[in-house]
């Protein structure tokens, strides 16, 4: 398939994890893919492994929570490549942490990353969706997490419920341009921000020991970071024209035990 000839996609969080198998994704398909994160090195390694010419996709270092550095993001990338026709908001971070033990400033980063960082980067790229007049997609990468409780969780489980109801409303209010705004929730994925975003290797078997070995994920085995970032596709193309406000998940059926 060629789903994306001759179209920009931006992804933030887009050198690691889901975000670099959805860059790849979308690059297969033809797309022109500009890469934003805080990491040159490792977004310049994203770059390496994506299909086409090198000069074809682009990185952008980019804090998501700086105003000024989302503006210039989506500046930089129209004067490179006169459009952009994709967002996956799919930039994240994860600490694990009790409720009561929480600090004040990791609560505030977890939502200023997932939540405030969706936020100004959908604004600013709607402004220019709307700009260039052919409509456009927009898709963030939730979790599951988003609409159930799980333990040491409360800031990305809760930051995630926001960028539900986020993708929600804007689908709503964006509508009436032809940009359409869905969400993709996954489960224990092995690689990317999931469940496990951010935990070291002893935590991640924890959670592989509590979703796989007990056998909660009807399909017996953990995701794999390109199976979301199909889905991702699938809701950035035209095949789904007429979903809108929609979050997907990618989960195994672990939704379904949950």
């Given amino acids: 398939m060629n789903r994306f000839k001759d179209k920009t996609v931006v992804i933030t ?9 959805a860059a790849k994704k979308f690059a297969v398909e033809g797309a022109r893919v500009v890469i934003a994160g805080p990491n040159s090195a490792a977004g310049e390694s994203a770059l390496r492994e994506l299909s086409g010419s090198s000069r074809s996709h682009l990185f952008f270092k980019t804090d998501v ?14 004067e490179s490549t006169g459009r952009i026709d994709v967002l996956v908001n799919n930039a994240a971070i994860f600490y694990e942490s ?10 505030r980063q977890v939502f200023d990353v997932i939540v405030d960082g969706a936020y100004l980067c959908s604004r ?7 700009a260039n007049g052919n409509g456009g997609a927009i898709v963030n990468v939730s979790s599951i997490n988003g ?3 799980l333990d040491k969780s409360s800031h990305y489980n ?34 990317g921000l999931s469940i496990v975003s951010g935990v070291n290797e002893l935590e991640t078997e924890k959670f592989r020991s509590l979703y796989v070995e007990q056998r909660r994920i009807p399909l017996a085995r953990p995701g794999r970071a390109d199976e979301v970032a199909e889905v991702i596709a699938f809701l950035a193309s035209d ?14 059926g672990l939704s379904v035990t949950f």
């Fill in 13 to 21: 969080g887009g050198a690691t994890g889901i975000g670099r198998a």
């Fill in 65 to 78: 929570t700086r105003e000024e550095e989302v503006r210039l993001l989506v500046e930089q990338t129209i």
């Fill in 98 to 107: 009790g409720y009561l033990l929480e600090t004040t400033s990791r609560w």
């Fill in 124 to 130: 600013y790229v709607a402004n220019a969706m709307i």
């Fill in 147 to 149: 609409s159930r409780a």
């Fill in 158 to 191: 809760a930051a995630k419920g926001a960028l539900d109801q986020l993708t929600r409303c804007t689908a709503l209010e964006l509508s009436p341009y032809g940009i359409r705004v869905n969400g993709v929730a996954p489960g224990f994925v092995d690689a």
């Fill in 239 to 252: 095949q789904a024209s007429y979903i809108q406000g929609a979050i997907i998940p990618v989960d195994g």
